[in-house]
């Protein structure tokens, strides 16, 4: 007697990404028309299409794990939470994915893989064969812009930001101790999303985080949401 094999399943976040990537396209367009368009009737006609993709793009990803979470942290833009979460997927691909996909590969199943990706690291800094045109550049941006509304919120990745800043002071100066803060914090919330998805999901993690805060206490990504 044969023995069914059970198959997981996943979210379907394939509207989510396409909203992704559209409303990413559409921003860069925006943000670099002059002044003297937006008045112009093509222009209005798009900036109606950009509002009415946002629309679908909050719509669209309320289907994926870790947007509940999202919404519990203080300083959480909608719209460039949503784009993050669209740019990437930390459960398996399906085979056919594999094979028909063009574009560059958004899932990350592993932490190492998914800093990687999202450009805090290369790939030799995590021993993991991938190409360099895995990092996605826009997805960075996206992260360090909405990293940026947690430190100057009331956020608990306030406070670590900070603790991280005043680390670094005792080793470089302001400006640079600054940066190396953020991305640390950057670091820290990607760990947390793919911990949440995956847990969501039912894929293994591990409470140990790579290239980041070696050897120093777990910290817990319900512990960063309001309460």
């Known amino acids: 007697m044969e023995t069914a094999t059970l198959v997981k399943s996943y979210p379907n976040t394939k509207n989510l990404e396409f909203y992704a990537d559209y409303v990413t396209k559409l921003d860069s367009i925006c943000e670099?028309?002059?002044?003297?368009?937006i008045t112009l009737d093509p222009v209005e006609k798009m900036l109606d299409a950009v509002s009415m993709?946002?629309?679908?793009l909050l719509i669209s990803v309320a289907v994926h794990p870790?947007?509940?979470?999202?919404?519990?942290?203080?300083?959480?833009?909608?719209?460039?939470?949503?784009?993050?979460l669209g740019h990437l997927r930390f459960w398996p691909p399906e085979s056919n994915e594999i094979k028909q996909s063009t574009e560059k590969p958004r899932w990350a199943h592993s932490r190492a893989a998914a800093l990687m990706f999202c450009g805090f690291g290369t790939f030799e800094d995590y021993d993991i064969k991938r190409s360099s045109k895995d990092h996605n550049s826009r997805l960075k941006s996206l992260i360090y812009d909405q990293v940026k509304k947690f430190v100057i919120s009331e956020s608990k990745y306030r406070s670590f930001y900070e603790s991280e800043k005043t680390k670094f002071l005792n080793q470089i100066a302001n400006e640079d101790a600054h940066a190396a803060?953020?991305?640390?914090?950057?670091?820290?919330?990607?760990?947390?999303?793919?911990?949440?998805?995956?847990?969501?999901?039912?894929l293994e993690i591990y409470p140990i985080y790579e290239n980041l805060r070696p050897n120093e206490e777990f910290i817990n990504p319900m512990n960063m949401i309001q309460n």
């Open 32 to 37: 670099n028309l002059p002044d003297f368009a």
């Open 66 to 84: 870790a947007w509940e979470w999202c919404l519990q942290i203080p300083g959480n833009n909608q719209v460039t939470m949503a784009k993050i």
């Open 181 to 202: 803060a953020l991305k640390s914090t950057a670091m820290l919330f990607i760990n947390h999303l793919w911990e949440v998805t995956r847990t969501d999901v039912g």
């Open 53 to 56: 993709a946002k629309a679908n």
